[in-house]
């Protein structure tokens, strides 16, 4: 008799989850019960998510994928200096409670360092004074944007 080959082992491989599937499953439900315990949980939390932005925007109507892309952008900034950079040029804090919210839920360990940017702005007489002022060092990416608005102030 001759030995299979990978060839001929292939379409059986495939066929197996196939099969699994149409009769049931014929494992112990570990696996898939820890995978559909790891989805429940990220829908309760995607969930929770969506609930805090309609409270905070008082409508259920919004782009959520837009704002947990947005969260997922600042994500990236994950200390105050760069938070600050980020508050001081955009001018505007009135959206604070909504990013904080994404970071809350996409990565609640940046939290603290947006909390301190956002108590620094907030108690600037003039926030562009933190990317403006004399002797700020920023980095290079942030200095970019800085010189544009700050050469136009």
Partial sequence: ?????????????????????????????????????????????????????????????????????????DCARTDAASWTVELALSGDLSTSDLTRIGLEHACAEVVPAFDEAVAAVEQAADPLELVCGPGVELPAEAALSADLVCSNR
Avoid: K, N
């Fill in 1 to 73: 008799m001759r030995a299979p080959t990978l060839r001929s082992l292939v379409p059986a491989i495939l066929l197996v989850p196939v099969l699994t599937a149409c009769s049931g499953g014929t494992d112990s439900g570990e696996g898939s019960g820890t995978a559909a315990q790891a989805a429940q949980t990220e829908s309760r939390a995607l969930a929770e998510w969506r609930a805090a932005l309609e409270d905070e925007l008082d409508t259920d109507t919004f782009d959520f994928a837009a704002l947990q892309q947005s969260a997922a952008a």
